[in-house]
């Protein structure tokens, strides 16, 4: 791994309910299968050509599959990415 984790991911801690669906934890958003840092990597940077800013990445799992919000460092856009479906929405 390229990248350490703690360099990747903030705990938000009390700030991000327990009840809520969406998490931020990197077992959840995998982050070494899809933001894996490095020109050379896998990752949804690199296919879509966005700059994603790390601590403002969360999933949300349910039955019909996982969709990620993510934050783009240097337009200041926020998308939605659907796992299941390989799309990205812009907003």
């Not at 990248?3 to 931020?24: F, T, V």
């Not at 934050?71 to 856009?77: F, K, P, S, T």
Request: aromatic share 16%.
């Amino acid at each position: 791994m390229s990248g350490e984790p703690s360099k990747r991911y903030i705990d938000l801690g009390d700030n991000l309910p327990d009840y809520s669906a969406w998490s931020n934890k990197p077992e959840d958003i995998q982050l070494d299968l899809y933001f894996e840092p490095g020109p050379d990597a896998a990752s949804l940077s690199n296919r879509y050509e966005i700059d994603f800013v790390p601590i403002m990445i969360f999933v949300n799992h349910s039955c019909a599959g996982s969709n990620f919000l993510l934050a783009d460092r240097v337009e200041e856009y926020f998308y939605i990415w659907v796992e299941k479906d390989d799309l990205m929405y812009r907003f």
